[in-house]
């Protein structure tokens, strides 16, 4: 199981769950499509080719291999969702009159308050260097699972992310410290979140931004050179 850890993967998250034992994951942090269209227009697909509501089955896998769950748009999969909890964390974007929804919700097996707030000013197109490049039309900011690992998580926590699209949770995980396991079904977007790892490394590993994060193995990062050229 070692070889899994902190990677994105090219793969359907059902195949890497199948392989883990039960809770396997001390947290999942994750973001199934919604199944509603829309996100920004980042990128020429249509939001048909990746946005496929996961099945009853993705769920109950989910359930099995994480001791503790955080499921964005959770109200969009209130049916299927294994778990009993009313608790909620909504992320509100504070975007004013855009045409994009106001808020995100996620539900969790975490019980703090029973909603939780966190305000992050979000639209694509408008976000500062630390978010950039943006690179796929959900991508959520790297500083919301920033926040989310230091509120949710435990240190030592192996975090997964099952719909990792642009890397943005992998991103985080490595500037808190956290060892983490990702997939992304899309090899576009798989390809893309991957350099966009390779660069913050790169960032990381000439002293810029966080002192404390996780490093990559010599053998990954002669892969990413090898990759995308350093
Ligand atoms: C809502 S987006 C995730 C956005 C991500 N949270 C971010 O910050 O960029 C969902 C992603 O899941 C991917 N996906 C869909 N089905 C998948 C599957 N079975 N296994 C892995 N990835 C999948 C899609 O290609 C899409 O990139």
Redesign the pocket.
Known sequence: MDGLLNKIHL????D?MREMPDNYIDLAIV????GIGG?SNVSNKSSR????K?IEK?FYELDRISKNQII??GNYFTEMIKFNSNHSIIWDKQNGNSFMSDAEIALTTIKKNTTKFFKLFWMSNMMGKEEKPI???????VAL?RWLLQNYAKPGDLIF?????????AIACVEEGFNYIA????PD?HKA?VERLHKKYKELEQGLGFIKYKKRSEKDKREMDKLFGD
């Open positions: 793969a359907d998250c059902m890497i973001d199934p499509p919604y996100g080719e990746w946005d496929k996961p993705y964005w748009g690179i796929h039309p959900t991508q959520k900011p699972y992310d099952s719909h990792s699209g642009s890397g943005s949770l997939c992304e079904i899309d977007y979140s």
